[in-house]
């Protein structure tokens, strides 16, 4: 299978969100594989009944979901940002991986590391794009029900680049 977009590195807010609404096997055609560092797999809470876990512990079992371990974590990104997020800059700016994370923060300290990150929305648009889903709006009507933090301002965005809202 020709995967479009190869490896990334994930922050565990966009892999929690995107199971909750069942949108792995479409990202699973997208990627080749997700890395991630152990503290994000522990976030991921592979063994609990949360919503989306069961879904995320198959991914890893298939070997598509990979737990990676991460050199050096810089002091200067933990005072910005939570573990999780400060090994997932570190292993994707150690693997030269774009990252895929939403929380802004962390996107602001990614991007100060010169790691490339996109979030959700533009893993949503590009599904569109591929034709693995035929609407976004939708899956971000869902992701807000399922309580994944995504602001007014950026769900227009979103629907604008997707093509589903006028400019």
Not at 132 to 154: F, N, Q
């Amino acid at each position: 299978m020709k995967h479009a977009f190869g490896c990334v590195v994930s922050d565990a807010g966009p892999l929690i969100g995107l199971a909750i609404v069942n949108a792995l096997p479409w990202l699973q055609e997208m990627f080749s594989s997700v890395l991630i560092p152990k503290t994000v797999a522990t976030e991921l809470c592979f063994e609990s009944d949360l919503p989306g876990a069961k879904a995320l512990a198959l991914t890893q079992e298939q070997g598509w979901l990979q737990v990676r371990p991460v050199g050096d974590v810089p002091a200067h990104l933990l005072a910005l940002v939570d573990q999780g997020e400060a090994e997932a800059i570190a292993l994707a700016k150690q693997e030269g991986l774009p990252l895929l994370i939403d929380e802004y923060r962390g996107r602001m300290a990614a991007r100060s590391e010169a790691v490339s990150v996109f979030g959700t929305g533009a893993v949503l648009v590009r599904a569109k794009e591929k034709q693995l889903i035929p609407l976004v709006g939708p899956y971000l009507d869902a992701l807000t029900k399922a309580h994944y933090r995504i602001s007014e301002r950026l769900k227009v965005e979103i629907l604008v680049r997707a093509g589903e809202l006028g400019a």
